[in-house]
C-alpha cells in the first residue's frame, strides 16, 4: 500500500544571516523529505545545508518551480502519488505567499496529498505588523506597474480604495527602483495618508518607519537597494 504523500511548506530566510527566525521544528521536517521542489536550486541547496549541516544533498531529489509550468506540475504530482514526503521552499519567506508555490499546493490538495504548513518569517506580515496600519483589512498588491504613468495611477487607485475601505493597502518593488516608488508614493498620495516603508526585515540594516506624507516629503530619505515593503493607509 503506497503511503499518503505529505507536502511540507518549508519557509526561507529574509536575509541569508537571520537564521535564527527559523524555528528548529523546520529541521525536523526537511529530515522527513525525499524530495525539494524550489524556486532555485542552489540557493536551495546553500540554505537547507546551512539548516542541517550534516545533511547529504545529493541524496534527495530536486525539481526547479520556476513558475510552475506545466511541466513541474505533473512531475509533483507523479511525486505526490509514489507517496513521498515533498518539501516546497521557497527563494525568501513563505512558500504560496507571493510565490509560484501556491500552484503546487492546490495539486497537492487536489490530489489527496497531508499539506503542512511550517511557521516562518514572512516579510509582508512582519511589515504589516510593524507598520501600526490597519491589519483587520489589508490587501497585498504585489509589483506596481513599471511604467511611470502606469504608476502613478494605479498608486492614486490603491490610495482611494485604502480611504473607501479603510483598509491597508502593502506593495512591494525591485529594490532598484525603491527610489523612484518612493519618489512617486510622495507625489501621487494625499499629504494625510499614512506611509510606511519597512527595509531588510529581519536582517541587521533592518529599517521600518510609518509617517505621513507630508513628513515623508519633508525629511525623505535615499532609499537602499535591499528588498523592501510599502504599505499606506488612507483611512479615515
Known amino acids: 500500500m503506497t503511503t499518503r504523500a505529505t507536502v511540507y511548506l518549508i519557509p526561507s530566510f529574509l536575509e541569508e544571516e537571520s537564521l535564527e527566525v527559523l524555528p528548529n521544528y523546520i529541521t525536523q521536517a526537511v529530515k522527513a523529505c525525499e ?35 506545466d511541466s513541474a506540475v505533473a512531475e ?93 493597502q502593502i506593495f512591494i518593488e525591485t529594490p532598484y527602483r525603491n527610489q523612484v516608488l518612493l519618489e512617486a508614493l510622495l507625489k501621487n498620495c494625499r499629504s494625510e495618508t499614512r506611509l510606511c516603508v519597512a527595509v531588510n526585515l529581519t536582517g541587521k540594516t533592518e529599517f521600518i518607519l510609518t509617517k505621513s506624507i507630508e513628513a515623508w516629503r519633508r525629511a525623505k530619505p535615499a532609499l537602499p537597494k535591499q528588498p523592501a515593503i510599502f504599505l499606506i493607509d488612507a483611512g479615515t
Not at 83 to 90: A, D, F, R, V
Not at 118 to 142: D, E, R, T, W
Request: proline share 4%; hydrophobic share 40%.
Open 35 to 69: 524530495v525539494f521542489f524550489v524556486e532555485n536550486e542552489r540557493s536551495a541547496r546553500r540554505f537547507l545545508k546551512k539548516l542541517w549541516k550534516e545533511m547529504e544533498i545529493d541524496r534527495y531529489d530536486w525539481f526547479v518551480i520556476h513558475k510552475a509550468e
Open 76 to 168: 509533483f504530482i507523479h511525486q505526490v502519488k509514489e507517496g513521498k514526503q515533498i518539501g516546497i521552499l521557497s527563494e525568501a519567506g513563505c512558500p504560496g505567499i507571493a510565490d509560484p508555490g501556491q500552484v503546487l499546493v492546490a495539486a497537492a490538495h487536489a490530489s489527496g496529498a497531508i499539506v503542512k504548513p511550517l511557521v516562518g518569517p514572512s516579510s509582508i506580515l512582519l511589515a504589516l505588523m510593524a507598520s501600526g496600519m490597519n491589519g483587520q483589512q489589508f490587501q497585498f498588491n504585489g509589483y506596481l506597474p513599471v511604467d511611470s504613468q502606469d504608476r502613478d495611477k494605479r498608486i492614486r487607485e490603491l490610495e482611494t480604495l485604502s480611504r473607501k475601505q479603510s483598509s491597508t
